[in-house]
């Protein structure tokens, strides 16, 4: 299994990335996917999430009405738009999979099964 993330990079303070996760090695249809960051020294925290049919999304209140996930089942491959980017924004993402329905909930990072490997994301003042 492998979940490949891209699209982080250096960008000011009110501009847009899209991140992107393509995932091998497992039916995508079947997972749930997520979206999580890291800041130096802290706990990985939820960001967003979609179900496997992409009918339901999930924010951190933090980004909510700034950042937009979506799936491509026909290219195994998750997005994260972000938008109206902010310098607290600046963190590694990570994108994760689970299977089904997340038993504790999709903002739990206990719940996933496989993690890509991360992209930096930096947002400048």
């Known amino acids: 299994v492998q979940l490949q993330a891209s699209g982080g990079g250096l960008v000011q303070a009110g501009g847009s990335l899209r991140l992107s996760c393509a995932a091998s090695g497992i039916t995508f249809s079947n997972y749930a996917m997520a979206w999580f960051r890291q800041y130096p020294g802290k706990e990985r925290e939820f960001v967003s999430a979609?179900?496997?049919?992409?009918?339901?999304?999930y924010y951190a209140d933090s980004v909510k009405g700034r950042f937009t996930i979506s799936r491509d089942n026909a290219k195994n491959t998750v997005f994260l738009q972000m938008n109206s980017l902010k310098p607290e924004d600046t963190a590694v993402y990570f994108c994760?999979?689970?299977?089904?329905?997340?038993?504790?909930?999709?903002?739990?990072?206990?719940?996933?099964?496989?993690w890509g490997q991360g992209t930096q994301v930096t947002v400048s003042s």
């Open positions: 979609i179900n496997w049919s992409g009918g339901s999304t």
């Open positions: 994760a999979a689970d299977e089904g329905i997340p038993s504790g909930g999709y903002f739990s990072k206990n719940e996933y099964d496989y």
